[in-house]
């Protein structure tokens, strides 16, 4: 694991204490995920030190699933989110238990459910929460030269923030990389087929739908 990494993995881990806490991997994971993860198990089988990034994690629903089917050679899965919750869980989710933030006198507290489920569930050892915008990430991923093979986006849904992500982390991507996201063609957020198409129009990409999942596989 890249010292970076392995720094921000264990100020997550070391310490962390999961007395009293109950597993939570409320989430959401649409139509066609396991079929693209199966999909991204296969081409990657000849990679051996594999690092994936996941923007948007919430409480670790999807890495609950990725983490265990690419292993033993998945290096470090780092999640990126602020853990703050998303616009609709202010807007028309506000009233939505599932979509709570867990706030403690006003601030969320999600970052330390995520944490303790990867931890519970064993996954702590690949596992690096990264509590940072995913704009902030990909500069600072940036900086110390940290390449991804595979990037999974599902944290904004409007289109101008799903296509800024897009366009942020695709430098951060090894040749032949694959980028990988949900709810396309999901009618609550229309921007990210927007933005997925357009991102893909402009760099001469194509798109890959399976259910509601997406998949581009960079050129080499």
């Known amino acids: 694991m890249h010292q970076f990494l392995a720094r921000m993995n264990d100020r997550a881990f070391r310490d962390l204490d999961t007395v009293g806490h109950t597993i939570d991997l409320q989430g959401w994971v649409n139509e066609g995920f396991h079929e693209v993860l ?8 000849s990679v051996t030190d594999l690092i994936m990034f ?13 983490v265990p089917k690419l292993k033993p050679r998945l290096s470090s899965l780092v999640c990126i989110d602020t853990w703050l919750g998303a616009p609709e869980f202010y807007t028309f989710g506000i009233d939505e238990e599932s979509w709570s933030t867990q706030p403690s006198l006003g601030w969320p507290q999600v970052f330390y459910t995520f944490t303790k489920n990867m931890k519970m569930q064993g996954h702590d050892d690949v596992i690096v929460p990264f509590p940072i915008s ?7 991923l940036k900086t110390y030269d940290i390449k991804a093979h595979v990037i999974y986006v599902d ?7 799903v296509l800024s992500d897009l366009e942020a982390f695709v430098g951060l991507m090894h040749d032949g990389g694959i980028l990988w996201g949900d709810d396309y063609g999901n009618d609550t957020f229309p921007g990210v087929a927007k933005a997925v198409d357009d991102f893909a129009a402009k760099h001469g990409l194509s798109v890959d739908v399976i259910g509601m999942n997406w998949l581009i596989t960079l050129k080499r």
């Open 38 to 45: 199966d999909i991204v198990s296969k081409r990657t089988e």
């Open 54 to 66: 996941e923007v948007g994690s919430w409480k670790g629903a999807s890495a609950n699933f990725i």
């Open 134 to 140: 995913s704009i902030q990430a990909a500069e600072v």
């Open 155 to 161: 944290a904004s849904h409007e289109y101008e923030a």
